[in-house]
């Protein structure tokens, strides 16, 4: 008897539990959002794209940073020489390409009263379509120079905190 007792009462123990599971497990929260997932932290890794020696390096590890906020700055002596250059070559190909356009437009309707032969006028042809060419070739440099310059500068590329700042030596 006293093993039917006890078998009963574990029995009785188990449906409980059972039941308690049951009704937590479908129960409804009131004001309760219960979320499942991971929470990531990203890091990201900052560097120049271009080469040079650092000229500044404007937040220290622990510094929060905001997005856009900029990080450190590369000597950009080089890059402004190469941009001014690049400028200057723009407009000495701009004043070529103006020149061998204005000469083939006064010359172009003279050939066909035969003042100039054909071959002067496909001469004056390919000089225009030439200095068009270095032109746009000279835009090309240009635009690439400050590209270049740009790249001397390191900004944030969102909101975080500075978790490790180095700055790397390579002696050869």
Same mark, same amino acid.
């Given at each position: 008897?006293?093993?039917?007792?006890? #078998?009963? #009462? @574990?029995? #009785?123990? #188990?449906?409980?539990?059972?039941?308690?599971?049951?009704?937590?497990? /479908?129960?409804?929260?009131?004001?309760?959002?219960? !979320?499942?997932?991971?929470?990531?932290?990203?890091? &990201?890794?900052?560097? %120049?794209? &271009?080469?040079?020696?650092? =000229?500044?390096?404007?937040?220290?590890?622990? +510094?929060? &940073?905001?997005?856009?906020? !900029?990080?450190?700055?590369?000597?950009?002596?080089?890059?402004?020489?190469? @941009? *001014?250059?690049?400028?200057? +070559?723009?407009?000495?190909? !701009?004043? &070529?390409?103006?020149?061998? *356009?204005?000469? %083939?437009?006064?010359?172009?309707?003279?050939?066909?009263? /035969?003042?100039?032969?054909?071959?002067?006028? =496909?001469?004056?042809?390919?000089?225009?379509?030439?200095?068009?060419?270095?032109?746009?070739?000279?835009?090309?440099?240009?635009? %690439?120079?400050?590209?270049? @310059?740009?790249?001397?500068?390191?900004?944030?590329?969102?909101?975080?905190?500075?978790?490790?700042?180095?700055?790397?030596?390579?002696?050869?």
């Amino acid at each position: 008897m006293k093993k039917k007792a006890i #078998i009963l #009462i @574990l029995l #009785i123990l #188990i449906i409980c539990a059972a039941l308690g599971f049951l009704y937590y497990k /479908n129960r409804k929260a009131g004001n309760e959002l219960t !979320l499942y997932g991971n929470i990531e932290i990203r890091q &990201v890794d900052l560097s %120049f794209q &271009v080469a040079g020696k650092i =000229d500044k390096m404007l937040k220290e590890e622990g +510094d929060t &940073v905001k997005q856009g906020e !900029l990080l450190a700055v590369l000597d950009d002596k080089d890059y402004v020489s190469n @941009l *001014e250059k690049a400028t200057a +070559d723009v407009e000495k190909t !701009l004043a &070529v390409k103006n020149d061998a *356009e204005s000469k %083939f437009e006064r010359n172009a309707p003279l050939v066909e009263d /035969n003042t100039i032969s054909k071959q002067d006028y =496909d001469t004056l042809l390919n000089t225009k379509n030439k200095s068009k060419a270095d032109y746009d070739g000279a835009v090309a440099q240009k635009n %690439f120079a400050k590209n270049q @310059l740009d790249y001397t500068k390191v900004y944030a590329p969102e909101e975080g905190i500075i978790m490790i700042r180095v700055q790397d030596f390579c002696l050869r």
